[in-house]
């Protein structure tokens, strides 16, 4: 068996599961961990605050979903004084076949953020893989020469 290409987004319509600055860690630490169980690659990351897309190369979606679902709900539900399972019991789950499928999956879950209007632009969303494809080369590069002027445009 070998690993697949998927673009996975897991949702909660009932309520809010990213409340704070905090549970928005909490979360992508719980992907950090079921990535690193599950022996998967993961590729692109957006967590909002009532649904988390990933990209990722793995054996099981279901198994690496059921394993981020399981842990952040316990913290969850620690941390809030509640019980029960946190999110819809279904997510969605497509396999990305071909280079143009999975640069297109790829852009869309790193401009969700934008989507849902939560930012003015990728590169101000806290929560979000494309700060980290970027972030060494807009460190060292400015198109205006003045690094002030470059760093407002596109970081925030």
Do not use: W
């Not at 997510?91 to 297109?104: I, S």
């Amino acid at each position: 068996m070998r690993r697949r290409l998927y673009h996975i987004c897991y949702t909660s319509h009932r309520e809010v599961f990213c409340r704070s600055y905090k549970d928005y860690c909490m979360m992508f630490n719980c992907i950090a961990q079921a990535v690193f169980k599950t022996q998967s690659n993961l590729l692109a990351y957006s967590i909002m605050s009532t649904h988390t897309h990933i990209i990722c190369e793995c054996f099981s979606p279901s198994d690496l979903v059921k394993r981020i679902r399981s842990s952040y709900a316990q913290m969850f539900n620690h941390r809030y004084c509640r019980r029960g399972s946190l999110g819809d019991e279904s997510f969605f789950c497509d396999r990305l076949e071909g280079r143009c499928h999975v640069t297109t999956a790829i852009s869309y879950v790193v401009r969700n953020p934008l989507h849902h209007e939560v930012c003015a632009n990728p590169y101000a969303y806290p929560f979000s893989s494309v700060g980290q494809y970027f972030k060494s080369k807009l460190d060292r590069f400015s198109l205006s020469g003045d690094d002030k002027d470059y760093r407002a445009v596109f970081v925030g």
